[in-house]
């Protein structure tokens, strides 16, 4: 069998996997990734998505360090709420009732900006996000801490990312499936096929980040629950939690919520695994809290309104795969839809469109009498008061249930919109336990020498829901402290590569 002997061996090559390769390698280590993809779908869920980051960046003043392109004028359009530690905590805790770790949180919140800027360092260019804001009295009024993206979304970030990495000589390897990890005198022993052929490799530390078991239609079934085997999966179909099974055979415990996932409503033809020819999160609906949501009997069954999309949606995909055939609409009507998301406009969603309730009930295949009665009773309930997209503006119902809290705007200007939607998977809560260095805890809660992880396979973060952006931020920080402790780790135990 051939063999091979490097500093720090990283599984995965989606934002966290590279910002550990990129992080050890900057501070000396040899480092090879394995990647158990082809290389035409490398770059895992990282490569999805919208590119939407959550940091503690404190003032608008302070976040312009990481947008050199907005010019003057555009800055002068620009309103934007301050976001700080306190309120990247905040959100934390109130999105998981609690639950979140707290030394992990304190690590994500407080490393978030400082590690913007490194990504910055690296070749990541970022910009406003256009999702965030609505344009009020000539201002951009931004909501809900959101207000940065990858310049060109998931694509933009990993592109980068794999550039840097390129560049700096990281070697990657693709189709490498490892089929066993051994600890021996300190070292780690991987066997890896790599395109079919078995390889041993030799590190000094192996750094996890290759993702949750989203893609394991077995694995959801078990964890999460019968229904959601069925689920669309929005990402990559390599996440299947053989990283999981490999890490917690080496020692790792389980940790965080194993039954709690993060998903989105996804249009309802979206294809049943990510498509890396269609990336960019295109498939998303996230314009609701502007409409309402009915099921196929044409009941609603959320408050669409109770807070911003980026605090609800990733709940309500899971409240879609509770209902018939997991299968929902998403109602608009010309008052709002001119306020819809870029994605409402996409070929690719589906969209149905009448001059009345009725017809376009009858294009949703759905009663409609139950359709023209649900719209009666929440039109009756709906409360007089000012609207405003971009704040909660408490504009309500009374007496209708489920209520909606804001931007209760009654359902009447034709033409109708309806978009079916279902529930797409986006990944998992449960991982295993780390420390806030990102180094592999065992049952002793004390770090098992060399193994560290990142991403996705981090317990403990999220409970329940999330504040929209934290995935890419946690894997960025833990990815990079992963890398920086693997690295350091190395030097500690004479590094392989000083060998020969
Ligand atoms: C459609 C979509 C949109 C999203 N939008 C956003 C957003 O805008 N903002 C945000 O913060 N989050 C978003 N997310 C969530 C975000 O993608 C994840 O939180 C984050 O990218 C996870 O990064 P990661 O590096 O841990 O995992 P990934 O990027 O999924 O990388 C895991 C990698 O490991 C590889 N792999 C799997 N198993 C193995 C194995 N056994 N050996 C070796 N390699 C393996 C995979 O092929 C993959 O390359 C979105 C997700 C999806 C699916």
Redesign the pocket.
């Known amino acids: 069998m051939k063999k091979t002997d490097v500093d720090v061996v990283v599984?995965?090559?989606?934002?966290?996997?590279l910002c550990a390769a990129i992080a050890a390698k900057e501070q000396g280590a040899s480092v090879c990734m394995?990647?158990?993809?082809p290389k035409s779908?490398?770059?895992?869920?990282?490569?999805?998505?919208?590119?939407?980051?959550?940091c503690a960046y404190g003032r608008f003043q302070d976040l312009r360090a990481v947008l050199p392109d907005l010019d003057e004028e555009q800055i002068q359009q620009i309103s934007m709420p301050d976001y700080g530690e306190e309120a990247f905590m905040a959100d934390l805790l109130r999105l998981t009732d609690g639950q979140t770790d707290q030394k992990l949180a304190n690590q994500l919140v407080s490393r978030s900006f400082d590690t913007i800027q490194w990504m910055m360092k690296q070749g990541v260019q970022f910009t406003v996000n256009e999702n965030q804001y609505y344009e009020k009295d000539g201002k951009r009024q931004f909501w809900g801490g959101l207000p940065l993206k990858t310049k060109n979304?998931?694509v933009g970030l990993v592109q980068a990312l794999f550039q840097r990495a390129e560049a700096l000589g990281i070697d990657i390897k693709y189709d490498?499936?490892?089929t066993a990890l051994k600890q021996e005198d300190q070292l780690k022993k991987l066997i890896v096929e790599i395109a079919g052929e078995p390889v041993e490799i030799t590190a000094n530390a192996v750094i996890f980040?290759?993702?949750g078991f989203e893609a394991n239609a077995n694995m959801r079934k078990t964890h999460l629950g019968n229904e959601w085997e069925k689920a669309v999966v929005?990402?990559?179909a390599?996440?299947?939690g053989?990283?999981l099974t490999?890490a917690l055979k080496a020692g790792a415990v389980r940790y965080g919520q194993w039954d709690g996932c993060?998903a989105h409503t996804t249009d309802y033809h979206a294809p049943k695994t990510?498509d890396f020819n269609k990336p960019g999160?295109i498939y998303?609906k996230s314009s609701y809290p502007l409409g309402l949501i009915v099921n196929v009997k044409g009941e609603r069954f959320v408050d669409e309104g109770a807070d911003f999309r980026n605090y609800t949606y990733a709940k309500y995909g899971k409240e879609t795969l509770k209902q018939p055939e997991q299968k929902a609409f998403q109602l608009f009507d010309a008052q709002v839809s001119p306020n819809l998301r870029k994605e409402y406009h996409l070929p690719e969603a589906t969209c149905y469109k009448a001059d009345s309730v009725e017809e376009l009930a009858e294009k949703m295949d759905v009663c409609p009498e139950s359709l023209a009665n649900t719209i009666r009773a929440y039109n009756q309930a709906v409360q007089p008061g000012p609207y405003n997209p971009a704040i909660k503006d408490g504009k309500c119902t009374k007496g209708v249930c489920p209520p909606k809290s804001n931007w209760a705007l009654t359902f009447e200007k034709a033409p109708f919109y309806a978009f079916p939607v279902t529930c797409?998977i986006?990944?998992t809560f449960g991982g295993i336990h780390v420390s806030p260095e990102s180094e592999i805890l065992g049952d002793d809660k004390r770090p098992i020498a060399g193994l560290f992880a990142?991403?996705?396979?981090v317990g403990g973060l999220f409970y329940h829901n999330y504040p929209?952006?934290?995935?890419?931020?946690?894997?960025a920080v833990f990815?990079r402290l992963a890398g920086e402790q693997a690295a350091t780790f190395c030097n500690r135990t004479k590094p392989l590569s000083s060998k020969s």
């Open positions: 599984l995965g090559t989606g934002n966290a996997a394995l990647e158990r993809a779908k490398r770059g895992g869920n990282s490569y999805f998505t919208d590119g939407a980051i959550r979304k998931g490498a499936k490892t980040a290759c993702g929005r990402g990559t390599f996440n299947t053989e990283g490999l993060h990510g999160d998303k797409g986006t990944f990142a991403g996705e396979m929209g952006g934290s995935g890419l931020m946690a894997g990815g």
